[in-house]
């Protein structure tokens, strides 16, 4: 029984005048409620209780130990007072990591929206394509796009990500349009040198049937906005994710390309660093972001101002 323990023992024996009873009421046998004040008188140098077969009673000293005791058991539910309470509100200091393109575009108005509903919370919002350390960085989220390993992080599934073929109708014009996955041989490929398998597009069929097609082309980025841009440009065909592509195939700057096939969609997971001690900042903040990727989640996304 550590001190504070001992502090409860001490006040519940002076308020029911026996050691059965307090010790029944910690869950606890009187013998090591007996034996723990006795340790407590020791180590003070003071007789506490007077023992009669009446019952026991402070003595004077014991009367403003008593006092003492139970100041610093009101500051003591005080404290787990404000620590539940903290633990009930978002509030504090949250930092999040998430890819640049995914962050800027779809995570910062979604974060901000989640912010005007909780006033007291601070976020950092890193922005980064590199693999981030959540401990080593002090990173309370990180939201990633692929299918996570194994690990001692805790994680939920979000929702996905899903590709879309593109390009203006100017190059389609020129150029004609794809009519199966092996087309795009014959084409200019503006290749995002990240996920997708670079330089191979894999593609599958509305009745399972898969195709992975080699492809090459002038424009190379591990860049989305830059992938985006030179797709605007009509520099030829581009890979890229719904949400990236959506205002602009909206615009009809892009036209969506093999749509009878589906390029390899991303899982979306929250990762965070314990499964088992979720603060309720980040449990809650969680919960908002499922809210956020259901259906056809890119087309409810803010109008860029540009891209």
Not at 14 to 29: Q, R
Not at 156 to 185: C, K, M
Request: aromatic fraction near 8%; glycine fraction near 6%; proline fraction near 5%.
């Amino acid at each position: 029984m550590d001190r504070v323990q001992g502090i409860s023992l001490f006040i519940r024996v002076v308020e029911t005048g026996s050691f059965s009873k307090a010790a029944e009421d910690l869950g606890i046998t009187q013998p090591t409620a007996t034996k723990f004040v006795a340790s407590m008188e020791k180590r003070l140098g003071a007789l506490l209780l007077h023992r009669s077969t009446r019952g026991v009673t402070p003595t004077e000293i014991g009367k403003i130990y008593y006092e003492k005791c139970k100041l610093i058991a009101r500051e003591i539910e005080e404290a787990d007072d404000i620590a539940s309470l903290m633990q009930s509100k978002v509030r504090g200091k949250l930092t999040i990591s998430s890819s640049v393109a995914f962050g800027r575009r779809v995570l910062t108005p979604s974060i901000l929206e989640f912010m005007s509903q909780h006033p007291e919370l601070e976020v950092n919002l890193n922005m980064d394509d590199r693999y981030i350390n959540l401990v080593e960085q002090g990173v309370d989220l990180a939201i990633r796009m692929r299918r996570l390993p194994d690990s001692s992080l805790g994680s939920r599934f979000l929702g996905t990500n899903p590709w879309v073929l593109v390009a203006t109708p100017q190059y389609l014009n020129d150029h004609s349009v794809p009519q199966a996955p092996e087309d795009i041989q014959r084409h200019r490929a503006l290749i995002y040198s990240t996920v997708q398998a670079d330089h191979r597009w894999n593609f599958t069929g509305k009745s399972g049937q898969s195709e992975s097609i080699e492809v090459k082309g002038p424009f190379t980025s591990n860049n989305l906005s830059s992938i985006l841009s030179a797709a605007r440009a009509g520099m030829g065909l581009a890979a890229l994710p719904s949400y990236v592509a959506h205002q602009s195939i909206k615009d009809g700057i892009l036209k969506p390309i093999l749509e009878d096939w589906s390029l390899p969609s991303q899982e979306i997971h929250a990762v965070f660093s314990s499964p088992k001690h979720v603060p309720t900042k980040v449990g809650r903040c969680i919960d908002w972001l499922q809210g956020q990727f259901k259906g056809e989640w890119w087309k409810g996304l803010p109008a860029a101002k540009s891209e």
